[in-house]
């Protein structure tokens, strides 16, 4: 079992930054990639980025490519995102996610109770 913890969100204006955290207990952090999804209201959760179990291999979503950036310190099994350049469409509920390196389907195992950012214009 592995329990996720989600930080750092807030309220920030438009073209501010914020780092979100994910702090991972339980089970051998290093075997999960690692995942943030978002969630706006009266919209369906989409993917925003991932994270190789080494920290080597990353992808964004097309919308925060260049904005936002994931990394991982499997020392401190936590997962981060820094997003710069906020807009108002990147206000959502935020949620990491972990999935077992020897998944192959596209779901996920464990799941944080998210934290919410809320862009100002």
């Known amino acids: 079992q592995v329990q996720l913890v989600e930080s750092g969100g807030g309220l920030v204006q438009a073209g501010g930054s914020l780092r979100l955290s994910c702090a991972a207990s339980?089970?051998?952090?290093?075997?999960?990639?690692m995942a943030w999804f978002r969630q706006a209201p009266g919209k369906e959760r989409e993917f925003v980025a991932l994270?190789?179990?080494?920290?080597?291999?990353?992808h964004y979503t097309d919308s925060v490519k260049g904005r936002f950036t994931i990394s991982r310190d499997n020392a401190k099994n936590t997962v981060y995102l820094l997003m710069n350049s906020l807009e108002p469409e990147d206000t959502a509920v935020y949620y990491c996610?972990?999935?077992?390196?020897?998944?192959?389907?596209?779901?996920?195992?464990?799941w944080g109770q998210g934290t919410q950012v809320t862009v100002s214009s």
């Open positions: 996610a972990a999935k077992h390196i020897l998944r192959i389907d596209r779901q996920y195992d464990y």
């Open positions: 339980g089970r051998s952090f290093s075997v999960y990639n």
């Open positions: 994270i190789g179990q080494s920290g080597t291999t990353t």
